[in-house]
């Protein structure tokens, strides 16, 4: 018996539910009561969303959930406070629970910071241009006295002479002058940035290396019995089936799991006659395929983005209802997009992981075999991975998916060949 059920209740669980039942019930509630969700009762679902991520904090906790169950809300607080439950959002793709199998994910923290540089150098020269102007005005009104014939200054800094013909000041040599060191200061911050985006690349593929390794010993350093097999099947399993619950985890796991599995089946095949080159130029295919998509995605949010804008542009009076769809698959397209590049990025950092695992020469031939149909089996397990019927809380994975169904479908009506009706 419970001295209270009010966290139990905001989540829709029994008293009686497990981890993973509260795992999931918690994305569905926090999604389908995000403030942005919710336009008409922004105030109401902020309240609803504070108390969902206060009553997941204590009820995925065993110690708090104790207290909880024992004393009372009360009595179950963290030590640190309750944490901002907005932090559920900051991690799109997979969150925490992935960082094992991929590491932190550096796509949209890459494409922060890239616009935070560029958007410095655009206001440093838009300081710039506002101060040339200044100093224009001033001495076009400082000379006017002079004869009309006289070099005239222009509001862009150039001269014009008398014949017609303009001529660079010495204003404007500087102010190219200073154009050029800002660009210059622009690619040394970039430069800057890049390598030390190459150096935490490496950290994390070490990192991940290691940690693969290690999960794939449990069978490949075993006696490799049926039992020990089943057992490390189950693991996988039961690891798949907790992975799944996170945002895009089912996208994530077939990834992972197309990854493994490809690799795995190289190496294995290297031992027979043309076995790994034709699995190789059968990987290169993939990577080039996957990199086409991405691409594919990326202008076909563009080309939406544009299409908004020159709607309104135009002035053009949308509906309340075809407002909310177009909305509705402008956010699809973005979110399609943004997952095309996390996806493109989990399988470079992955294939690098799993070569160091399976090409390692401190191990024999036969420990990376071993390895190899280790990393098989849990790329099986995981490609199999399937989301709940009744998860509602898929919600951005359901906008990704019907983008990218739409966007075959009209790839297709434009293939249909035309009839003499047309």
């Not at 890459?110 to 001033?138: C, L």
């Not at 390598?195 to 490799?224: D, G, M, P, Y």
């Not at 020159?310 to 509705?328: C, P, S, V």
Request: a neutral charge.
């Amino acid at each position: 018996m419970v001295k209270e059920t009010e966290y139990y209740d905001l989540l829709g669980v029994t008293t009686a539910a497990s981890d993973l039942e509260i795992k999931k019930a918690y994305r569905r509630a926090a999604i389908l009561n995000h403030p942005d969700k919710n336009p008409d009762d922004q105030d109401g679902a902020a309240r609803r969303f504070q108390r969902i991520g206060e009553a997941y904090q204590v009820l995925s906790d065993a110690q708090l959930r104790a207290a909880y169950d024992k004393y009372g809300k009360e009595k179950a607080k963290p030590d640190q406070g309750f944490e901002d439950p907005t932090v559920f959002f900051s991690q799109l793709f997979g969150g925490e629970a992935f960082e094992d199998f991929v590491g932190e994910l550096s796509l949209l923290k890459d494409m922060a910071r890239a616009m935070e540089i560029q958007e410095k150098t655009e206001r440093e020269e838009a300081e710039d241009a506002a101060s040339a102007r200044n100093k224009t005005m001033d001495s076009a009104t400082a000379g006017q006295g002079q004869p009309t014939f006289a070099r005239l200054r222009l509001t862009e800094g150039e001269a014009m002479s008398a014949d017609g013909f303009t001529t660079p000041t010495a204003q404007d040599v500087d102010k190219k002058e200073r154009k050029r060191a800002m660009s210059k200061e622009q690619r040394e911050e970039l430069q800057r940035y890049e390598a030390e985006k190459l150096q935490k690349q490496q950290e994390r593929i070490a990192k991940l290396t290691k940690k693969l390794e290690e999960r794939l010993s449990v069978w490949a350093e075993s006696e490799k019995s049926p039992e020990t097999t089943a057992a490390f099947r189950q693991k996988c399993i039961f690891e798949r089936e907790n992975l799944k619950l996170e945002s895009f985890g089912v996208e994530m796991l077939h990834v992972i799991g197309q990854t493994y599995i490809t690799k795995a089946t190289i190496c294995l095949k290297s031992t027979k006659f043309m076995g790994g080159f034709l699995g190789k130029l059968k990987e290169k295919g993939g990577i080039i395929r996957d990199t086409f998509d991405t691409i594919s995605v990326a202008v076909d949010a563009s080309m939406m983005a544009q299409k908004m804008q020159k709607m309104e542009e135009k002035g053009e009076e949308l509906t309340e209802e075809d407002r909310a769809l177009f909305e509705q698959e402008m956010t699809g397209k973005v979110l399609a997009a943004t997952w095309g590049g996390t996806r493109f990025e989990i399988g470079g950092v992955l294939r690098e992981v799993c070569d160091n695992v399976l090409n390692s020469k401190a191990v024999s031939k036969d420990r990376r075999l071993a390895r190899a149909q280790a990393m098989l089996m849990m790329g099986e397990v995981f490609i199999l991975a399937k989301p709940d019927s009744e998860d509602e809380g898929r919600i951005f994975e359901t906008l990704v998916a019907n983008a990218q169904k739409k966007k075959h479908h009209n790839k297709k009506e434009k293939q249909k060949p035309k009839t003499a009706a047309d």
